[in-house]
């Protein structure tokens, strides 16, 4: 009598059932690893707008225009919000709107577009102030805050700070954690924008 030699029904199941597993597995650690690296581009770029804010104030000794006419004033706006990239708004300091090629004001605008295209494209805040002091239309302090892709906030200021928790260490978990008040137009007594 011969037999047949081959598999069993259970044994080809039990086998596309592993594999299964194995290319859950692969395609999950991959997805993980593409948002570590989105994040990791992120931060890197948003740790490089201190030094460029830096060649601004060399060559203007301001941040921009502080965009309130009253004083002191705190402004605060989304350089990102519903999916769209929008610094090209008048509304928007030259700190945050002047390209890095601008030879007598190298902004954040360029370093900004790099945040929004590596994943930054929920919310991207930006946010200058003028101390009661200066009654100019002059910023003498900024910060932008970006929600991260896969959760959290990282938050850049004109102080050099950088960071994704705030002084006490705790994570920020939302733009209002870095930030605070999260009102479009603010009067805030010498109040600088600075991430908490």
């Known amino acids: 009598m011969s037999q047949n030699k081959g598999f069993t029904l259970i044994e080809i199941i039990v086998v596309i059932a592993i594999i299964g597993i ?3 597995v692969v395609l999950f650690s991959a997805s993980a690893a593409r948002i570590k690296g989105k994040v990791g581009a992120i931060k890197t770029q948003m740790s490089e707008m201190y030094s460029q804010s830096q060649i601004f104030y060399a060559g203007n000794l301001h941040y921009g225009t502080a965009n309130s006419n009253t004083s002191p004033s705190t402004y605060r706006l989304d350089c ?5 990239f929008n610094v090209t708004s008048t509304e928007f300091s030259s700190l945050f709107s002047s390209r890095a090629s601008n030879a007598s004001a190298p902004g954040l605008y360029d370093i900004l577009q790099k945040v929004y295209e590596s994943g930054a494209t929920q919310s991207v805040v930006c946010r200058t102030a003028r101390d009661e ?5 002059f910023a003498t302090s900024w910060l932008v805050a970006a929600v991260l892709p896969g959760g959290g906030v990282y938050c850049v200021d004109s102080t050099g700070r950088a960071s994704d928790k705030n002084l ?3 994570l920020y978990t939302d733009i209002s954690s870095a930030v605070g008040s999260t009102t479009r137009n603010q ?10």
């Open 80 to 84: 990102v919000s519903g999916g769209s």
């Open 168 to 170: 006490a260490g705790t």
């Open 22 to 24: 194995l290319a859950t």
């Open 133 to 137: 002091v200066s009654y100019e239309n």
């Open 187 to 196: 009067t805030l007594s010498q109040t600088p924008a600075k991430c908490l």
